[in-house]
């Protein structure tokens, strides 16, 4: 599966890739301050998506089982950080349209990745400021945490840096209308 997916990633051409904070609009402008990814959310009509998210699926089924999180589905998106790409330092679950979020997941696509290229993801305490983890996003590695506990940052990179970001999500819907995943 992770051969598939790095295939996958690394032959997406630019074109079907969305670029973090490009566009006229003064948020979008902004937001290229603060994350500098190029991003395409998975499909489940893709074989290989498909694959990688059968599999998420039966980790949803196994935490809710184990944890109770009552977790209830599931979104992602490849990202691709170029050189000197980053993101700062962030909470995955801030504003409305993203409050369902409660657990992220990023499984890193790089082989061969040394620390000289940097591009490591810092997990910080719920202060924001005691530092709990630094993960290098080597080929195969799955990081996985809370994402209203967890502020976190991906430092820049110097080389082109290869991952699937995701977050199961509860049901928040009101009314019987669910919101569906992006
Ligand atoms: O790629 C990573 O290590 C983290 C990415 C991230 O924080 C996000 O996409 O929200
Ligand atoms: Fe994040």
Do not use: C
Request: glycine residues 8%.
């Amino acid at each position: 599966m992770l051969d598939a997916l790095f295939i996958r990633i690394t032959q997406l051409p630019d074109a079907a890739l969305s670029r973090a904070g490009i566009g006229r609009e003064q948020a979008h402008q902004l937001n290229r301050f603060v994350r500098q990814d190029d991003t395409r959310w998975l499909e489940p009509g893709n074989a290989v998506d498909a694959g990688f998210l059968d599999w998420i699926e039966a980790i949803r089924l196994g935490l809710n089982q184990r944890l109770f999180l009552g977790l209830f589905d599931y979104e992602a998106h490849y990202a691709r950080y170029q050189p000197g790409a980053f993101y700062k330092k962030h909470l995955d679950a801030f504003d409305t349209a993203s409050r369902n979020r409660v657990l992220s997941t990023v499984l890193y696509l790089n082989p061969n990745w040394p620390a000289s290229n940097g591009g490591e993801l810092l997990l910080y305490a719920s202060d924001g400021e005691a530092l709990l983890e630094r993960v290098l996003p080597g080929f195969g590695r799955l990081a996985i945490f809370l994402s209203e506990r967890f502020p976190h940052e991906v430092l820049p990179t110097r080389a082109t840096r290869f991952s699937i970001a995701g977050w199961f999500r509860v049901n928040t819907s009101l009314q019987g209308a669910i919101d569906p995943a992006r």
